[in-house]
């Protein structure tokens, strides 16, 4: 075996962890520093040795032999379920841990592409929906990923939940998510246009912060005049402008990351 060590920031961590396994890792183990997390993915020959050398080269990357470690193990160690918020369990498909009174089991695979689910955007994001979905309020998950945003509003008893992303990778990947928690999926290929004006109730988008304004009106058009917006996917320096475009917002803050909840602006139809 061999393995890449990296070394990166933790706003780093879920980005650079989907793309290792995107090319392949048998499995990735975090040790955390100070203001810094080193990252070693273990790869079963050499062949990608130089590749990846290249590919991660801002990272500090080094290639090492390794004859003894059980990789398999070593991705359940690094993924052990976390609490979240405060009615959702993260964990990955091994974890075999109660769930606290409370809470519900968030099942995520992090080794399916389109991130891990540790990402502070998505962290924040869940914890807006406990506060702000209602049992059968109709959902929208725009730019879905893995789907995870779109699982926990149906968790908690959403009516009807809509998932839709361009990407094919993003939609195997949610799909399989939605099997994992035996949720039967509700899958769109598009964007928020695949969907009819005033309908959701409750309308998400974990995307960058240029795509959330290039497809702005779009959301406010899907949102039922009565319903609340959940973004996020920027950060605290660009957060101004969408508590501009969604007065009296609540904003929330983890590290470097923004999410914005309100309802819908009065006056957009």
Known sequence: MYSLHLTCRPDEVEQISTELWEHHTAGIRELEQHDSVTLIAGFETNQPREFLLRRF???APQWVHEDDTDWVQATRDA???????????LAPPWSE??????RVRLVHNPGLACGT??????????????????????????????????????????????AVDKDEASL?????????????????????????SNW??????????????HIWDEL???????????????TRAESPVFETLLPGCRRDVLNEWSCVSAPKPIGNS
Do not use: Y
């Open 220 to 234: 406010l058009r899907v949102t039922h005049r009565t319903g609340h917006i959940i973004v996020t996917g920027f």
């Open 117 to 162: 689910g540790e990402h502070p955007c998505t962290q924040m994001a869940l914890e807006a929906i406990e506060r702000i979905v209602k049992p059968g309020d109709r959902v929208a998950d725009i730019g879905a990923g893995s789907g995870i945003l779109a699982i926990g509003a149906a968790l908690l008893n959403a009516g009807q939940v809509v």
């Open 200 to 213: 959701a109730d409750l309308t998400l988008a974990n995307i960058s912060g240029s795509v959330l304004l």
């Open 79 to 89: 993924w052990p379920a976390r609490a979240v918020g405060e009615r959702f369990l």
């Open 97 to 102: 841990e109660t769930v606290p009174d409370g």
């Open 172 to 196: 195997h990947a949610a799909s399989e998510n939605h099997r994992l928690n035996h949720l039967a999926p509700n899958l769109a290929a598009g964007s928020a246009s695949a969907l009819r």
């Open 57 to 59: 080269a801002a990272f």
